[in-house]
T-cell receptor, first 109, second 116 residues
Framework: KNEVEQSPQNLTAQEGEFITINCSYS?????LHWLQQHPGGGIVSLFM???GKKKHGRLIATINIQEKHSSLHITASHPRDSAVYIC???????????FGTGTSLTVIP | DGGITQSPKYLFRKEGQNVTLSCEQN?????MYWYRQDPGQGLRLIYY???????QKGDIAEGYSVSREKKESFPLTVTSAQKNPTAFYLC???????????????FGPGTRLTVL
């Protein structure tokens, strides 16, 4: 049983397209993080959400706590957005993070 | 520049040999973590440490050992008892283990271990 489910697993888009990646989770959480993993393997944090919506450049993240669901949107996608996007949740109890399996995004010029 | 370094980036070992992966941080973080990443799976926690000379097992600690003699350093040893050691290993740190929910984890670049 995976506490965090992401969809789709793989996504290919044309440059300029609007992209949505979804994350559903089954536990009560104190925060949800969206991470980006580049082909070399390094991981950077994009957003931390506990409610509502956040925007950073072309990236928008939303969360619905009642529905236990979050989405990551990329507007005007670009080949440099190609990466694996990982959803991670911090449960209300305990200190661990639970990670989704990631969505592999490829943006074609 | 503050951050987390892991070395080496690629590591090859023969089956039956122990191998130690390095993780160093200069962020002055108390908490450090080791994760394993396999294709098609989410990151899985191997060990974590919230303070010097203290560490706890994560979900998949069998076949691994760690030490935390210095705040900056959290090396991971993959022992010969680990049945399937070939994987990508990521080290991370955060301000404190019992940190605010908003506190994020900072990740190192990872070490890809291949056991032949």
């Amino acid at each position: 049983k995976n506490e965090v489910e992401q969809s789709p697993q793989n996504l290919t888009a044309q440059e300029g397209e609007f992209i949505t990646i979804n994350c559903s989770y089954s536990v009560g959480i104190s925060a949800l993080h969206w991470l980006q993993q580049h082909p070399g393997g390094g991981i950077v944090s994009l957003f931390m959400l506990s409610s509502g919506k956040k925007k950073h450049g072309r990236l928008i993240a939303t969360i619905n706590i009642q529905e236990k669901h979050s989405s990551l949107h990329i507007t005007a996608s670009h080949p440099r957005d190609s990466a694996v996007y990982i959803c991670a949740v911090r449960p209300n109890t305990g200190n661990q993070f639970y990670f989704g399996t990631g969505t592999s995004l490829t943006v074609i010029p | 520049d503050g951050g987390i370094t892991q070395s080496p980036k690629y590591l090859f070992r023969k089956e039956g040999q122990n191998v130690t992966l390095s993780c160093e941080q200069n962020l002055n973080h108390d908490a450090m973590y080791w994760y394993r990443q396999d294709p098609g799976q989410g990151l899985r926690l191997i060990y974590y440490s919230q303070i010097v000379n203290d560490f706890q097992k994560g979900d998949i600690a069998e076949g691994y050992s760690v030490s935390r003699e210095k705040k900056e350093s959290f090396p991971l040893t993959v022992t010969s008892a680990q049945k399937n050691p070939t994987a990508f290993y990521l080290c991370a740190s955060s301000i404190a283990l019992t940190s605010l929910p908003s506190d994020t984890q900072y990740f190192g670049p990872g070490t890809r271990l291949t056991v032949l």
